[in-house]
């Protein structure tokens, strides 16, 4: 009998939220640990076995040398490498860094700030390597996850929609918020969360990153027009679970200088 393929999953600077995912897939999860060899998977077992693996899961952005080192033999040991979740596809919520003086923090969260090794940034998994996939989410979507899986192991591409959360809305029959009133993201994000907060009368605050083809300025411009927004709270919104995402990093910086002129 052939092995079966080798699966590893790698945790980096993140909550582990999108690990437990895979562990929250209960049913599921004996029919996935038949078809692969779980390899290395610190989260649930201390059993771990070396490379190289058919596939890499990559939880988390980069954001110390000591994880800079790490993902380049994590990508020389996996045959595909796939990110998953906001902070290896979008930097996650501690990018915000990149938009102040790492410095700062340290010496105000931390008693001894000698004892920490940090980057000035946190970026996601594809600054550093090629990735073959990415998995948005924050954390991830349970049957996206799955899917993606089952694609790998049938070397077929993860059918993993790419168009807005507006979409899913319309599929809930959920009235658009902004109609309201309400300050949304849902369109130029990227659909997979099912459109949960619009359907309970809160704007998309962007959990899946930009959708495929996302217009993010001129979202956040209308919502100033509209006066749901003030030019702060827009930059915010931008900077949450996908802070370092390009099309939401670029509206943000944008309108972070718009407030500075008009400050």
């Given amino acids: 009998m052939a092995d079966k393929p080798k699966l590893a999953i790698w945790k980096f600077s993140s909550c582990d939220g999108c690990q437990l995912t895979l562990l929250d897939c209960e049913d599921e999860l004996l029919s996935v640990v038949g078809a692969v060899d779980v390899a290395y998977f610190v989260e649930a077992s201390r059993e771990t ?22 993902i380049q033999q994590v990508r020389k040991d996996s045959k595909f490498l796939v990110s998953i979740g906001a902070c290896a596809t979008g930097g996650g919520i501690q990018a915000l860094k990149n938009y102040a003086d790492v410095s700062d923090y340290i010496n105000t969260v931390y008693a001894t700030p000698e004892y920490i090794s940090t980057l000035d940034k946190a970026t996601p998994i594809s600054d550093h390597v090629q990735v073959d996939f990415e998995l948005r989410g924050c954390p991830i979507d349970k049957g996206q996850l799955l899917e993606v899986v089952n694609a790998l192991l049938y070397n077929r591409r993860p059918n993993i929609p790419t168009h807005s959360v507006c979409i899913e809305c319309k599929r809930r029959f959920t009235p658009c918020v902004m109609v309201r009133g309400i300050p949304c993201l849902g369109p130029v994000t990227q659909a997979g969360c099912g459109a949960i907060c619009p359907a309970h009368e809160r704007g998309c605050y962007g959990c899946f990153g930009p959708m495929e083809t996302p217009n993010a300025a001129s979202l956040g411009q209308w919502l100033l027009d509209k006066g749901m927004i003030s030019e702060g709270d827009l930059v915010r919104l931008f900077r949450t679970f996908n802070s370092d995402a390009p099309a939401f990093r670029d509206a943000s910086i944008h309108f972070e200088k718009e407030v500075q002129r008009d400050g």
């Fill in 49 to 70: 076995k070396p490379g190289p693996y058919d596939v890499s899961l990559v939880e988390g952005s980069i954001t110390t040398p000591h994880e800079a080192e790490l």
